[in-house]
């Protein structure tokens, strides 16, 4: 990639919430393969992000690049209104395998973002049929579901920034974010806000939305699989509907291969996206029980309002069912756990770092956070100089690497991350 191309990309292109007038620099990766990324220059960085939870096989896979080009001389893609096709079939069929017995009827669409705008409109439309008016969501402080309309109206409202769009965004209910972490003593009364938020408008709620036991993006917050099983218990006492957003928990990242398994429950929606191809290309899938899909196909509508046009795309759907075919036959929860043991040997002495608050690890995720905002452009290009990606927000430095990455290449991410904190 020449420099003319680079500074194309500053005037003219997006990044995720940049400037365009004052954009971070972004770095020209040229390819990746295995957990390596290549800059044009040919230094190789050493990825901790998984692009963002998705690639949890590495990069360039042999077998999943053999799934999309086996797809490609079939059919890239076609029309999912009145076909049908083997991919989307055989991903349908190990869905429900691998996800809880009741959850057998599936919506594929685009992102995760739109799996959750799915799963509040199957919620609604769900209530409609029973003619109860519930049009509103209960979501967690410091949850992140998306940058979609109805996704932002259950994010955490300032991290969000809810206020940008006042006058807009639906209005929902948000509880107090889980106070009591993964490895606490649970406490009962980290559940006070949502019991009593509910006493006063259970009747109003169509659904609770949660990222089971990780909150991602809002904070990298882990709490205790007990709140989760409350939560499940009040749905069930006042009638109301869970979601549970696995888009970035799913596939293994947390040490089970769905977090909610960590509290033994079922949810009645369940969001999925980002590692579901591996991080090849974009799909998600919304998953409910045959109870809840047949009662919205009883309602006004007589059927699910949704239909995308790259709903069922069959690349994706092929490519994401040799995903999951790789994964159940791979030694993923050994993997994971290695990383674990290792992420907690390797990082949590830096607790006693002055400028550290926190360090949190569950399965192959680690979190330090610090006690003010970071420089992100300034860590990032300290990191790039140690030959590693790892890309902070605010005051969390993080890693969430592929699966597949060796213990000395973890040690490569673990180590940069000590050299930094320790001259912040
Ligand atoms: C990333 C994410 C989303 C949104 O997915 P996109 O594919 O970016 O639209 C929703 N929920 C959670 C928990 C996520 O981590």
Not at 178 to 198: D, E, N, R, S, V
Not at 201 to 210: L, R, S, T
Not at 396 to 403: A, D, G, K, R
Request: charged residues 20%; aromatic residues 10%.
């Amino acid at each position: 990639m020449k420099l003319d191309d680079i500074n194309f990309d500053a005037k003219h292109i997006w990044h995720p919430y940049t400037s365009m007038t004052k954009p971070i620099p972004a770095y020209p990766i040229v390819r990746a393969s295995g957990v390596e990324l290549e800059l044009a220059d040919g230094r190789k960085l050493i990825d901790g992000m998984a692009s963002w939870w998705a690639v949890i096989h590495g990069y360039n896979h042999p077998v999943l690049n053999q799934a999309a080009t086996q797809q490609l001389k079939k059919m890239s893609h076609i029309m999912f209104g009145g076909i049908t096709h083997p991919s989307a079939t055989a991903l349908c069929r190990q869905l429900i395998d691998i996800t809880d017995d009741k959850l057998e009827c599936i919506f594929l669409a685009d992102s995760g973002s739109v799996a959750v705008e799915v799963a509040l409109k199957m919620s609604l439309q769900y209530w409609q049929a029973r003619g109860e008016a519930r049009h509103q969501f209960i979501a967690l402080q410091r949850g992140y579901h998306g940058d979609t309309f109805g996704a932002m109206s259950v994010c955490d409202p300032e991290n969000s920034m809810h206020s940008l769009y006042h006058g807009y965004l639906p209005k929902n209910f948000f509880v107090q974010a889980p106070q009591c972490g993964f490895y606490q003593q649970w406490q009962a009364a980290t559940l006070l806000p949502l019991q009593k938020l509910l006493t006063k408008k259970a009747e109003k709620i169509a659904a609770i939305i949660v990222e089971p036991i990780v909150q991602g993006a809002g904070g990298m917050r882990i709490y205790h699989p007990n709140y989760l099983t409350a939560v499940r218990e009040l749905c069930d006492h006042y009638n109301i509907l869970l979601i549970a957003d696995e888009i970035a928990t799913g596939f293994g990242r947390t040490g089970k291969l769905f977090a909610y398994q960590y509290s033994a429950i079922t949810p009645d929606i369940l969001c999925l996206g980002k590692a579901l191809t591996g991080g090849y290309v974009t799909l998600s899938a919304t998953l409910t029980s045959r109870h809840i899909a047949d009662t919205i196909s009883k309602g006004k509508a007589g059927c699910f309002m949704h239909g995308p046009t790259f709903m069922g795309n069959p690349l994706a759907c092929a490519i994401a069912d040799a995903n999951i075919t790789l994964l159940r036959n791979s030694p993923w929860q050994k993997w994971v756990k290695d990383i674990e043991t290792q992420l907690m040997d390797e990082l949590f002495p830096l607790r006693d770092q002055e400028k550290v608050t926190d360090v949190r690890v569950l399965g192959a995720i680690g979190v330090v956070e610090m006690k003010n905002s970071v420089n992100v452009p300034e860590l990032q290009r300290n990191f790039v100089a140690e030959g590693v990606w790892i890309r902070p927000f605010g005051k969390l430095i993080y890693l969430m690497p592929p699966y597949i990455i060796t213990a000395p290449q973890l040690t490569k991410l673990t180590q940069a991350i000590k050299k930094i904190v320790i001259k912040l």
